[in-house]
């Protein structure tokens, strides 16, 4: 059975930064596409950020509202990926979300990040 849990949002100043995490069961995360999504209220789910290649070789595409600030890197022996924001904007307040696809994509249930001007 997968499980995504993710964790480390929080509330932060404009030009702060936090790093997200996501745990992974019941699958790979050096074998599998992974991914960060975002959604804030009355928007859609957005691609933030994803993963793909296998074991300690891989590469990592961001959007280009993202891009030179955040960062996304898994640790293969803890089976996590992680999300590191930097150089936050109140216009990246949102849920974000870890997914990953392994014949069928697997969501976790979000964590909230807050940024204040």
């Known amino acids: 059975q997968v499980q995504l849990v993710e964790s480390g949002g929080g509330s932060v100043q404009s030009g702060g930064s936090l790093r997200l995490s996501c745990s992974a069961s019941g699958l790979t995360v050096s074998s599998t596409l992974m991914s960060w999504y975002r959604q804030s209220p009355g928007t859609e789910r957005e691609l933030v950020a994803y993963?793909?290649?296998?074991?300690?070789?891989?590469?990592?595409t961001a959007a280009d509202s993202v891009k030179g600030r955040f960062t996304m890197s898994r640790d293969n022996t803890e089976n996590i990926v992680y999300l590191q924001m930097n150089s936050l904007k109140p216009e990246d307040t949102a849920v974000y979300y870890c997914n990953a696809v392994q014949g069928r994509p697997y969501w976790g249930r979000g964590t909230q990040v807050t940024v204040s001007s």
């Open positions: 993963m793909v290649g296998s074991g300690s070789l891989y590469g990592t």
